[in-house]
Structures are given as C-alpha cells and as structure tokens.
C-alpha cells in the first residue's frame, strides 16, 4: 500500500513539473509577432464607398 502512495505521489510530482516546466518556456518574440504583421495595404480604389456616406 505504501509502494502504491509513493509511486502515484512521484508521478503526480512528475506531471506537474513537466506542466510547469512548459508553461514557464517563453518562446520567441519575434515568432510571436510574425503571425501578426501584415505588409500588404489596402487599394483604396477596390473599397466601395456608399454615395450617402
């Protein structure tokens, strides 16, 4: 019984060191930013503008 509580408790601990371990990893900035950038413009002749407005 008491072999059983070892091995779940070093497992549990296991589990959360690796989930702490990857949460923790900061991945690079630069990665992170190329997803957002955007270099093409809009055409501003393609966009129709209602007459009223």
């Given at each position: 019984?008491?072999?059983t509580g070892k091995i779940l408790?070093?497992?549990f601990a296991i589990g959360i060191l690796s989930i702490s371990v990857v949460s923790c990893s900061k991945s690079s900035v630069a990665d992170e930013d190329s997803?957002?950038?955007?270099?093409e413009g809009v055409d501003r002749y393609k966009v129709q503008v209602p007459e009223n407005g």
């Open positions: 019984m008491k072999t408790s070093f497992v997803l957002y950038e955007q270099h």
